[in-house]
């Protein structure tokens, strides 16, 4: 039961995002003085955004599996179906835009960039470092 509301709480927010029926202008900060530990590093936010549909181990297994239209994909697997070579900017745009086409699976993923500049009050470096190191870790754990 908390997965489902977990999972439902996520699904509102990204819609109400994405709705625009929340708009904040956005404020301004130095963007370019982060502190290192400003941002989780990939392996955390695998964690806390990823691994309950894509499991822990990144193999697609995670325990809301069974409540997708379409399973979550197999994320140590992205180099070997692109050719060996990690897909950096496809990852990347998957993460801030939305999977946008049937290929990558159902809406059921959420579109995190609007969610990530949100919890980031709209701090651009913020939310391209967080998609950053959930790609670095992606490509940590490739299979070989």
Known sequence: ????????AV???SLFLLSGAYTQP???IDQDQLPP???PSGKVMFTQYCAACHGADA???????AALKIPAANLTTLAKRHGGKFPYDYV???LEFGPGFATHGSSDMPTWGPIFRYMDNYNNAAVQKRI?????YLTS????
């Open 1 to 8: 039961m908390r997965l489902k509301l977990h999972l439902g």
């Open 11 to 13: 699904l509102f927010c």
């Open 26 to 28: 956005p404020q301004k």
């Open 37 to 39: 530990d400003f941002v």
């Open 59 to 65: 193999k697609g297994h995670g325990p809301a599996r």
């Open 92 to 94: 990347t745009k998957v």
């Open 132 to 136: 950053q190191n959930l790609c670095d």
């Open 141 to 144: 754990i490739q299979e070989k």
